[in-house]
């Protein structure tokens, strides 16, 4: 084509227009011809396959993007896709020293017309009836050229050689294939049939327009504007010049410069790569030379094939975009995991199990520290009133049960949400099912986890009756949990083989400090089917100093008590003062030391609470990232692969504008 130049291989980010494209792609021929210098030639590789060369890798791309994409992608999106790598694997296999270029047209445009005068001869059949041309009929200046055709699906009885003229003409149009096809708006649909079937197979194509109808609707909607990015494979010529007077023909073809921009298409103008848009009178002869000479340039480039499979991937990479890229950032956030974390962790009651560990834990030191009197009145009060540690309230009601599946199921709905947001659709769909998968058994997940670490019956069985200060009570709480773990590590949505060893870790841990404040209320059968004894909570080293100081109080009380009564029984000297002193000491010393006990305690009850609170959390934690965070991790980790794909196809692209 006239002023087409040679552009360096740049990697172009993606354009949303209808843009031309171009690639610096060197080439040479690997099929043996059968010109006199057949035997001189080297081996030659396809035309859009070079070596190094941009489209190789991109076909490539596009080949792992089509097979990572199956399961989650529409077979029928998917479609153009396979379409190109399989005319592209077609083309491989044919000629690359032969480049295919089709004349279309609409009726009555004179491209048989132009067809006979670049072949030098009456090919072609032209004249007044129309549709003149039925079938395609191709013209090869060069032998070798069968395979090419038989893809075409042109018969041997069409194919034609053209008249041999001037030796330097016959020698730059070496390697064309010259295709007339049926025209584009013909009465009879078989026509418009094949010319749209060659159309798609061709590596180049010369539109004819005339006077009349170089503005028809049915060419540029149909023909001109879906293919503008394949600008630099397009030839538009406006035929018939002869007939129009004076200027008028640098007007039309002006104004058909135009209609070509608004359709997308770049025109190569100036020594930019783009459509070739000239005039001629095929019936005169007039431009038909200097379109040969475009004509021959362009064929002994050889880069028609590669320049069209290139514009063909920036076409399915356009229809593929909306199920690839998305605007904005995409993923899962460490805010939405630590949300998801705090949902699991109210539903299965980990903050209530810290309190009511908490207060276990204060407990156990007003028992040991206090005096025997309050311990004695305690004990009585606990058999009168139930929801005290010696009576356990029994199992959450379903009210609660189903409060609690509630929350977890809009835990999960909620991080499905936030893990698809942004995301294209088929993507953000598989996202949603691997969570909605994975939350499939999680409620009795964490009710088995909450069972095995607490000894309760359900996820909000943790929070038990009113107990001591107005809140439940941790339950009947184990230490040990069996060898069998939680139901977390089995099934759930994704692989969760790397994760139970955590898990298993996690719940140890947790059972560890929750059983430590169930001490002094028996054992229960564990999770691995042993019966386990539950262990008292660690003490402070200060507690046997408060014991004994508490034992001496106790002493003094009573001591002081036997002293008075022997004086009162006169067994003893008389005088009161040293008794009462002694049994004073005894009485207000005791509740002081129990109030130091309890002020002393406060802090470690606290950070036993929070301990407790935080193992259970990260049982809970630990279960919904096997069941659900791991498989919708696993789905944004496709849909990452896929995408680094897609830019694969299209950041060598050689679209230009």
Known sequence: MEGRVDAPDVTAGWNDGLIARRADVRTVSDEPGTGPDDDMRAPQVEAYVPSGGPLRPRLDALRELVGLSRARIDADALAEAGRVLDEAAARRRLSSRHTVVAVAGASGSGKSTLFNALAGAQISETGLRRPTTSTPLACSWTDGAAGLLDRLAIPGRLRRRPQQGAAGADEALQGLVLVDLPDHDSAAAGHREQADRVLALVDAVIWVVDPEKYADAALHERYLRPLA???????????????????AAEQVLDDLRRLLDEDGMALGEHGEPGATVMPLSALTGEGVGELRDLLGR???????????????????????????????????????????????????????????????????AGRACGTPWLRLWRRYE?????????CPAGPASPEERLTAR?????????????????????????VREAAVTGAQGLPEALDELVTSVTGVTSVTGVMGEEGPGGSGGVVGVVGVVGADGAGCADGGGGDAGGSTGVLRAAMTRAAGVLGASGAGHGGRAGAGGTLTTRPRPPRPGWWPAAVLAQVSMTLLQVIGVLWLMGRIAGVLDPGFLAPALVTLAGVVGGPLVEWSC????????????????????????????????????????????VRERYVAVTEFSTTVR
Not at 406 to 430: C, S
Request: aromatic share 4%; proline share 5%.
């Open 229 to 247: 990015g394949h600008a630099e494979v397009t030839f538009v010529v406006l035929n018939q010049i002869d007939r129009l007077p004076g200027d």
């Open 406 to 430: 509630q929350g977890v199921e809009q835990a999960v709905r909620i991080l499905a949400e936030e893990a698809a947001r942004g995301l294209p659709a088929p993507w953000a769909q598989a």
């Open 382 to 390: 606990s058999t009168r009133r139930p929801g005290r540690p010696e």
């Open 298 to 364: 362009f064929v002994q480039e050889r880069r028609a094939a590669a320049l069209r499979l290139s514009a063909d991937l920036d076409a399915a990479a356009a229809r593929l975009r909306p199920l690839y890229v998305t605007e904005g950032r995409t993923g899962l956030g460490e805010r939405a995991r630590e949300e998801f974390t705090d949902r699991l962790a109210e539903a299965v009651g980990a903050a209530a199990a810290g309190q009511a560990a908490e207060r276990e834990w204060r407990g156990n």
């Open 598 to 641: 309890s002020a002393a305690a406060r802090g470690p009850a606290r950070r036993y609470g929070q301990e407790a609170e935080r193992r259970l959390r990260e049982a809970a934690a630990a279960c919904g990232r096997v069941r659900v965070l791991d498989p919708v991790a696993a789905e944004l980790v496709r849909y990452r692969e």
